[in-house]
């Protein structure tokens, strides 16, 4: 039994100083092959704590911990995960993908205004980003700003590197931009026929006052002849 007990703890001794021995990176890829892999969000929530609490200035631990916090639905945790990542990054593109990923959270809890400028900031920092230009789309196109939908949209289809996907994205550009020319060529037409209606009313009214005018002008040469007959 003792013999039992004395190799477990020899086993744990080894088990922790190796894993005393890994270095950050290796500590946070182990975290997430262990629990991202497998979507164990709340597991992966309480190591990553565990591990801030070693490491408190690490970016990329905050911004997997705002990935996990997302995934769990905690938006405004996440966001305050990901402004400490942004706080401790120094590498501007990598900011350019912390404030994506803020900006996904902003839209999460439906501010989509916030999450608009987050996307901005995000392709000012790093200029190769696709997908900020893709949900402001998406955004945009919820709003019922069609046109503006296009213009991001086609940046993003500049910037896709994902061949599937930039098609499909054609195709919808494509068919917008026909809607956006039927319903403007449609308004025009209707507005032709109003402004011709209008005119032929205006003919018809200026035709009715001259007629009538002229009947006065009839009848009241008609009644000063009888007036003069009466004399």
């Known amino acids: ?3 039992k ?3 477990k703890i ?4 080894i088990i922790l100083t190796l894993s005393a021995g890994l270095s950050a990176n290796e500590k946070l890829n182990s975290i997430i092959d262990k629990y991202f892999r497998y979507n164990k969000w709340s597991d992966a929530k309480n190591e990553l704590e565990i591990f801030i609490k070693s490491y408190p200035s690490d970016p990329d631990a905050y911004r997997l911990y705002g990935s996990v916090l997302s995934e769990l639905k905690l938006y405004d945790e ?3 995960s990901l402004r400490n990542a942004i706080n401790y990054e120094k590498s501007d ?3 350019g993908e912390l404030y ?3 900006g996904l959270n902003y839209y999460s809890k439906g501010l989509k205004s916030v999450a608009i400028q987050m996307f901005d900031m995000s392709t000012n920092l790093n200029n190769i980003l ?3 230009y893709y949900i402001k789309g998406v955004i945009y196109y919820e709003n019922k700003d069609s046109e503006k939908a296009i213009t991001n949209w086609k940046q993003y289809i500049t910037l896709a590197s994902n061949k599937e996907k930039k098609e499909k994205m054609e195709k919808i550009v494509a068919l917008m931009e026909k809607q956006i020319v039927d319903e403007k060529l449609r308004l025009e037409e209707e507005k032709r026929k109003k402004e011709e209606l209008m005119n032929k009313l205006l003919k018809e009214l200026e035709s009715g006052e001259s007629k009538s005018l002229e009947a006065d002008k009839k009848k009241e040469k008609d009644n000063k002849i009888e ?3 009466l004399k």
């Open 93 to 95: 593109e990598k900011k």
């Open 10 to 13: 020899i086993i744990l001794f």
């Open 130 to 132: 696709d997908l900020p």
């Open 1 to 3: 039994m003792i013999k």
């Open 78 to 80: 996440a966001i305050l």
């Open 5 to 7: 007990l004395t190799v």
């Open 227 to 229: 007036f003069e007959e």
């Open 100 to 102: 994506y990923n803020l």
